[in-house]
């Protein structure tokens, strides 16, 4: 496995952005990796529903993959919208020589969200030699349904993650399963939202991910179910209902296999003048807990919190990085805060302004670009 995982989509495209190829380039691209495509079919679609598809001859999605495969190499697959039965038979044949060693993540993928039939009968019929080489099968309820049940899944030798999205209660559950029977099961309540159109191909494609940085299926499955959730909360309102889910406003809480830094506790000892303080700065507050606890968020992700202490403040720097440091130092000066220093170029290449906060904490407002995580001094790898 190289440092950059190398993941390969064999899926359709989604004019809309929010489901297939689009789905799985950005969920693979926030997880860490590095996403290559074998586009099976073109669709045009948006939310409202599938206007039109065209499928891709399967030589020519042999191609696509015999492209990537042979010159970047791969260290996992996912395949959600096929095409073709013929495309079913021909991907599977071509990638049954790589399945003993590479994770092949099923999305079998028969029905648009919006309703429109995007598998015939015999696509689905084909979907078998596909279990047949897949690590893992990630049916919805309808789809496990048209499969034949559990059992004829798990006949092919595939684990299967059985979705309860598709179910009518409240507190969902999914269901990890193999031929020796359930391995896991997760269970969390419904997510208030109408924007949900590409679940299924982000948690294949995320599964194919985390499995590619060595994570085990259950592991893979449970982080990958968390990224969805995320990215289900962090849905953008573009449209009105049937709408992309937010994956790059994941950012930080994609569960990465690797420690990350994305929060920090600071003392306050005037809750309210703190509070007041960073929400000037242009923080958003996402906890208010008065008189002892608050969080806050910024645009990159990252969060910080305020908790009351009666310590003094200590020598401890926060900072917070703006492209536009010489605008937003000049409106906050225009407001009444007083600086420390005023912005200013420093010797190694970052811009920054100085003040303090009602506790006495140092602030540092800065910009560094490219010299943030790759000063000339960096040490190299």
């Known amino acids: 496995m190289t440092e950059t995982p190398r993941i390969l989509s064999i899926a359709g495209s989604d004019s809309g952005g929010g489901a297939g190829i689009q789905a799985d380039i950005k969920t693979i691209t926030m997880l860490g990796g590095h996403a290559m495509t074998a586009v099976t079919s073109v669709t045009a679609q948006n939310s409202r529903g599938v206007s039109d598809i065209h499928p891709i001859p399967a030589q020519m999605v042999l191609a696509q993959i015999d492209a990537v495969i042979g010159d970047f190499g791969v260290d996992a697959v996912k395949i959600g919208m096929i095409g073709s039965a013929d495309t079913a038979q021909a991907v599977a044949e071509r990638l049954a020589v790589i399945a003993d060693d590479t994770p092949i993540i099923l999305d079998p993928v028969m029905v648009a969200t919006s309703g429109a039939v995007l598998a015939d009968k015999a ?20 789809e496990l349904e048209a499969l034949g049940g559990e059992a004829a899944v798990l006949a092919h030798g595939t684990a299967l993650l059985v979705k309860g999205g598709h179910g009518a209660e409240d507190v969902l559950t999914d269901r990890l399963v193999t031929q020796e029977g359930e391995i896991a099961a997760w269970s969390d309540p419904r997510i208030d939202t109408s924007h949900m159109h590409g679940t299924g191909c982000t948690l294949s494609s995320a599964i194919a991910t985390y499995m590619s940085h060595g994570l085990p299926l259950w592991e893979a499955t449970a982080r990958a179910r968390h990224f969805v959730r995320m990215a289900l909360h962090s849905a953008p309102d573009i449209v009105p209902g049937n709408g992309p889910m937010g994956h790059g406003n994941v950012r930080l809480d994609a569960t990465l296999p690797a420690p990350m830094l994305n929060q920090f506790t600071i003392g306050c000892s005037d809750y309210a003048a703190s509070v007041a303080f960073y929400k000037k700065l242009g923080f958003t507050q996402i906890v208010d807990s008065p008189l002892r606890y608050a969080r806050f968020e910024s645009a990159g992700g990252a969060t910080f919190s305020l908790h009351a202490s009666d310590k003094p403040a200590s020598d401890n720097v926060i900072y917070f990085e703006s492209a536009d440091l010489g605008q937003w130092c000049a409106e906050l000066a225009a407001s009444g805060m007083t600086f420390d220093q005023i912005p200013r170029d420093e010797s190694w290449g970052w811009r920054e302004a100085r003040l303090r906060d009602p506790h006495g904490n140092i602030v540092c407002l800065y910009h560094a670009g490219e010299n943030r995580r790759f000063p000339p001094w960096r040490i190299k790898g």
Request: proline letters at 10%; glycine letters at 4%; zero cysteines.
């Open 123 to 142: 696509t689905i019929a084909a979907f078998g030699k596909l279990m047949d080489i897949a690590a893992l099968t990630t049916p919805n309820l309808p």
